[in-house]
């Protein structure tokens, strides 16, 4: 069985402050791993993969995030946050043979201003 | 290159009626794959297609419904609609079928209220 669980449904950070966006899986095989955003009534956007190369994963925006195979984690960040980033941020995992996706509930990122 | 694109964006049924979506893939991909999302949910997966047969499918009832085309393009059928149906449903395209590290592209979805 696997799952993928997002420790926080809410962020809130100041323009310009780090960005931490916290996500934990738990997977029978090697998962393959993604971060995707959603802005309103908008379809959802991939920002990274992790598919078992390098564990420090770049994506666009300015997104990063690190697969931790001993924490069971894959945490997006960002050094500095933009207005534009305010959206709904899931994180998802994927079976080898990759037929389903496993979404987690999301996190609402707000930036103040 | 069109990406992944849906239709109608929005769409008011009534109980009991039913509805179709439509779905154009990404270019060069032909695997389909759909989800539900109700409001402040993460998307559930329906099912997804390739080949034109249905090769998964989550946890829904056999009143959803599907079918792909030999164009790639698919359709997604609700029959009997209930309240509980009110969603955002979202297509996803794919290579096929998706293998480790083929990530889904997704379009803008369809917005389908039941009153």
């Known amino acids: 069985a696997q799952s993928v669980t997002q420790l926080d449904s809410h962020v809130s950070v100041s323009e310009g402050t780090p960005v931490l966006l916290r996500c934990n899986y738990s997977?029978?095989?090697?998962?393959?791993l993604f971060w995707y955003v959603q802005h309103p009534n908008k379809g959802l956007q991939l920002l990274l993969k992790?598919?078992?190369?390098?564990?420090l994963v770049k994506g666009i925006n300015g997104f990063e995030a690190e697969f931790k195979k001993s924490e069971t984690s894959f945490h997006l960040t960002k050094p500095s946050a933009h207005m534009s980033d305010a959206a709904e941020y899931f994180c998802?995992?994927?079976?080898?043979?990759?037929?389903?996706?496993?979404f987690g509930t999301g996190t609402s990122l707000t930036v103040i201003p | 290159d069109a990406g992944v694109t849906q239709s109608p964006t929005h769409l008011i049924k009534t109980r009991g009626q039913q509805v179709t979506l439509r779905c154009s893939p990404k270019?060069?991909?032909?695997?389909v794959s759909w989800y539900q999302q109700a409001l402040g949910q993460g998307p559930q997966f329906i099912f997804q297609?390739?080949?034109?047969?249905?090769?998964q499918r989550g946890n829904f009832p056999d009143r959803f419904s599907g079918h792909q085309f030999p164009n790639y393009s698919s359709e997604l059928n609700v029959n009997a609609l209930l309240l509980g149906d009110s969603a955002l449903y979202l297509c996803a395209s794919s290579s096929p079928p998706t293998g480790r590290g083929s990530p889904l592209h997704f379009g803008n979805g369809t917005r389908l209220t039941v009153t």
């Open positions: 992790y598919t078992s190369a390098a564990t």
């Open positions: 998802v995992v994927s079976l080898y043979t990759g037929n389903q996706f496993y």
């Open positions: 297609y390739y080949e034109e047969e249905e090769r």
């Open positions: 270019s060069g991909h032909d695997t």
């Open positions: 997977s029978s095989y090697s998962p393959s």
